[in-house]
Structures are given as C-alpha cells and as structure tokens.
C-alpha cells in the first residue's frame, strides 16, 4: 500500500507564489512518473506538470514560465514551485503518481493524493 500526502496549498494573492509538496509512502514500490493535476469547480482534471524518473518534465501551456515541477528521489518527493499566481489558477491540486509496487512481483499501478486547495484571489 503507497500513500501520497500533498501540502503546501493555502490562499495567496494574485502575483504571489506558493510551493506544493507531495511524498510517496509506504512499502515495496518503485516511483516513475511523478506530476500535478488541478480541477478547478465545474471543470474537468487537467494535467499541470510531469517529471519522469529520469527528470524530463512536460510543463502545460498555461502556466509555463510560472510554474516549475522538480523532485527528490532520496525523499520519494515531488515539488510545485508555482510563481506569478493568478486567479485562473484556483483549483484542487492532485498529486499522481506512476509507480511500480511489489505483491509477490513487480506491479505497475498509480495512485492520487488527496488534493490540495490552491486559491488566488485579493
């Protein structure tokens, strides 16, 4: 079983800036792709930002230049630096991740954090 718990989210003013956080747990896995999705009320999912495991990141139109997507191996961690904030970036923040976990053999699965609330306003 693999947990990912997200933190960092909270209420910020417009042209601030804000850094999610997202640590994998658990026993017997193997992370690949990391990433962020948001859902803003009424809206579908949309992808963010994705960092491979071998750190090549895919950054969506919309907040590139302003957002940043990293990670920490040693520390099962991915991290969104995001900058020059704006109201249309209010959304629930979900962590994804694409991992591999050991039952018995090696099982490729993914698994979402809970969310995190990201809300920008004045």
């Known amino acids: 079983q693999v947990q990912l718990v997200e933190s960092g989210g909270g209420l910020v003013q417009p042209g601030g800036s804000l850094r999610l956080s997202c640590t994998a747990s658990?026993?017997?896995?193997?992370?690949?792709?990391m990433g962020w999705y948001r859902q803003a009320p009424g809206k579908q999912r949309d992808m963010v930002a994705i960092i491979s495991s071998e750190d090549v990141t895919n950054v969506a139109s919309s907040v590139k230049g302003r957002f940043a997507i990293s990670r920490d191996n040693a520390k099962n961690t991915v991290y969104l630096q995001m900058n020059s904030l704006k109201p249309e970036d209010t959304a629930v923040y979900y962590c994804?991740?694409?991992?591999?976990?050991?039952?018995?053999?090696?099982?490729?699965?993914?698994?979402w954090g809970q969310g995190t609330q990201v809300t920008v306003s004045s």
């Open positions: 658990g026993s017997a896995f193997r992370l690949n792709a």
């Open positions: 994804h991740a694409d991992l591999d976990i050991l039952v018995g053999i090696w099982l490729r699965t993914n698994y």
